[in-house]
Nanobody, 126 residues
Framework: QLQFVESGGGLVQPGGSLRLSCAAS????????IGWFRQAPGKEREGVSC????????KYADSVKGRFTISRDNAKNTVYLQMNSLKPEDTAVYYC???????????????????WGQGTQVTVSS
């Protein structure tokens, strides 16, 4: 059964860091682009960062460029999101998902991805 499990979320003060993990099972991760997305209360789900199957190409939302880093370890079937310099506006539930295509889609947007995990809550507050 194809499944994603996100972990690593929590409560952090502004300026702090978290590392999210997305563990995949039921398929070979290394054939697919993977994305991280987030959804804040009352807002639409948005793309945060996406990574190609090899890890050689990455995309970031403008709001997180320079602060977040996406990476993957295909041997461990896991994708990571290192989040530094966190801001209150980063507060959201963070999800990972698999690309509908085996290539990195042109946009890091939810419509290109499926098989969503259950999400992990990130709260940035003092």
């Amino acid at each position: 059964q194809l499944q994603f499990v996100e972990s690593g979320g929590g409560l952090v003060q502004p300026g702090g860091s978290l590392r999210l993990s997305c563990a995949a099972s039921g398929f070979a991760l290394d054939y697919y682009a993977i994305g991280w997305f987030r959804q804040a209360p009352g807002k639409e789900r948005e793309g945060v960062s996406c990574i190609s199957s090899s890890g050689g190409t990455t995309k970031y939302a403008d709001s997180v460029k320079g602060r977040f880093t996406i990476s993957r370890d295909n041997a461990k079937n896991t994708v990571y999101l290192q989040m530094n310099s966190l801001k209150p506006e980063d507060t959201a539930v963070y999800y990972c998902a698999r690309s509908r295509l085996q290539i990195l889609p042109p946009m890091c947007a939810p419509k290109w991805y499926d098989h969503w995990g259950q999400g992990t809550q990130v709260t940035v507050s003092s």
